[in-house]
């Protein structure tokens, strides 16, 4: 399986992108999916998961603020990302999470700049 992210850029403080993850390949399945983002110099953190059913979950620092879902005829994912901060500023990968294996898109960049 391949994921492919995409949609990342410069943007303004209190702007808004979306982010999009295709995924093909043998194992397209969107039933797991989410987002995590890097920012300079700091570890990976979890941003959001859309689960089978589709219930989703969000981390504190995103809630109300980013949405993410999913396209099953398109086999992607998105994240819309509102009211962006300068902290929001990360590279940002998609992953999945079919049975045992988990697989990792090659990430987007996010800058909030002024």
């Known amino acids: 399986v391949q994921l492919q992210a995409s949609g990342g850029g410069l943007v303004q403080p209190g702007g808004s992108l979306k982010l999009s993850c295709a995924v093909s390949?043998?194992?397209?399945?969107?039933?797991?999916m989410s987002w995590y983002r890097q920012p300079p110099g700091k570890e990976r953190e979890w941003v959001a998961r859309?689960?089978?059913?589709?219930?989703?979950d969000y981390a504190e620092s995103v809630k109300g603020r980013f949405t993410i879902s999913r396209n099953y005829a398109k086999n992607t994912v998105y994240l819309q990302m509102n009211s962006l901060k300068p902290e929001d500023t990360a590279v940002y990968y998609c992953?999945?999470?079919?049975?045992?294996?988990?697989?990792w898109g090659q990430g987007t960049q996010v800058t909030v700049s002024s």
């Open positions: 992953k999945q999470i079919r049975g045992s294996i988990t697989s």
């Open positions: 390949g043998s194992g397209r399945n969107l039933n797991d």
């Open positions: 859309i689960y089978g059913g589709g219930t989703t």
